[in-house]
């Protein structure tokens, strides 16, 4: 029967592994700073791992192990700098080791949806545009919603809901905190221009 849960203990460990997950995921929706984001998606794919592990929904666990060494490696670039075109083998070999993992690990249907979340998230993680960061969290969490449903982990499906709404939001937020301040600007130039113009009449000549 669909959500006839049995509390156990592992049970109970994986429904705390999914709020640490999704507490570092919010926080990185709300963080302009790159390497805080990755730092971030290091302890997500630490605790979604240690969930997926604990509900013995074997697909997820080893994608988001996976997502370790992701979010290792693309620290490491980014700390020493490396060139773009030598990061594009960093995503590759990742993208390459999840499809793989999946392959490896496939057992139903739905075991496809933390794929399509992984991969989606190396995407979002691999590149530095903040704006495209948090649109990509938007169609992850719909993944984790789904997949959380499957898996009949009640508490996951309330988290990611959640944390849906904050992607959602933090999209939002981005555009109407963003605009306003070009518009100061440019009304700040206007005037410092007629104030220096006001000046320029009133000096004696």
């Not at 604990?54 to 370790?68: M, R, T, W």
């Not at 490696?73 to 700390?79: A, G, L, M, P």
């Not at 981005?174 to 009304?187: I, L």
């Amino acid at each position: 029967m669909w959500f006839d849960i049995t509390w156990t203990w592992e049970f109970i460990v994986s429904q705390i592994c999914v709020l640490v997950a999704v507490l570092s995921l919010a926080l990185s929706c709300c963080t302009k700073n790159r390497i805080l984001i990755l730092i971030l998606a290091l302890l997500n794919s630490i605790f979604y791992g240690l969930q997926y592990l604990f509900l013995k929904e074997y697909s997820g666990a080893v994608l988001n192990f996976i997502g370790i060494v992701r979010a290792i490696w693309f620290f490491i670039n980014d700390k020493l700098k490396v060139r773009r075109n030598y990061t594009l083998i960093s995503l590759f070999v990742c993208l390459a080791c999840l499809i793989a993992a999946e392959i490896w690990t496939f057992s139903a249907w739905y075991s496809i949806l933390p794929l399509l979340a992984t991969v989606t998230y190396t995407l979002a993680v691999w590149q530095k545009n903040i704006k495209i960061y948090r649109w990509a969290i938007v169609p992850i969490e719909i993944c984790g919603v789904a997949y959380n449903i499957m898996c009949q982990s009640l508490f996951g499906i309330i988290f990611e809901s959640i944390l849906l709404i904050v992607a959602i939001v933090s999209v939002i937020r981005y555009y109407t905190h963003s605009e306003p301040p070009k518009q100061n600007y440019k009304q700040n130039l206007q005037i410092n221009d007629e104030n220096l113009e006001n000046k320029n009449e009133e000096t004696p000549v």
